[in-house]
Nanobody, 123 residues
Framework: QVQLVESGGGLVQAGGSLRLSCATS????????MGWFRQAPGKEREFVAA????????YYADSVKGRFTISKDYAKNTFYLQMNSLKSEDTAVYYC????????????????WGQGTQVTVSS
């Protein structure tokens, strides 16, 4: 089994920053990488960022490019999402996922998900 545990969410003012963490444990995850997704109330889950296991290529949704950074620390089995210049529209529950497919922005290809962490940006 693979366990993913997110942390680091909270309440922040617009323009502020947060860093989300995703700690992984259990057996080795297959697939092509891991990603961060978010879901706002009344909306579908959407892709935020992803990082490939091999080579470390990163991918971002247009809405967060230049503001968010995904990174990894393999020694700690932890992935991060650094979120800067936060906007009210970034308010959502953020989920990390592991084991994605070739198209890392496709949530359906991920086999493992964390429980989610709430991020609220006040304007």
């Amino acid at each position: 089994q693979v366990q993913l545990v997110e942390s680091g969410g909270g309440l922040v003012q617009a323009g502020g920053s947060l860093r989300l963490s995703c700690a992984t444990s259990g057996r080795t995850v297959g697939g092509y990488g891991m990603g961060w997704f978010r879901q706002a109330p009344g909306k579908e889950r959407e892709f935020v960022a992803a990082i490939a296991w091999s080579g470390g290529s990163t991918y971002y949704a247009d809405s967060v490019k230049g503001r968010f950074t995904i990174s990894k620390d393999y020694a700690k089995n932890t992935f991060y999402l650094q979120m800067n210049s936060l906007k009210s529209e970034d308010t959502a529950v953020y989920y990390c996922a592991a084991g994605g497919g070739l198209r890392l922005e496709n949530s359906a290809a991920y086999g493992y998900w964390g429980q989610g962490t709430q991020v609220t940006v006040s304007s």
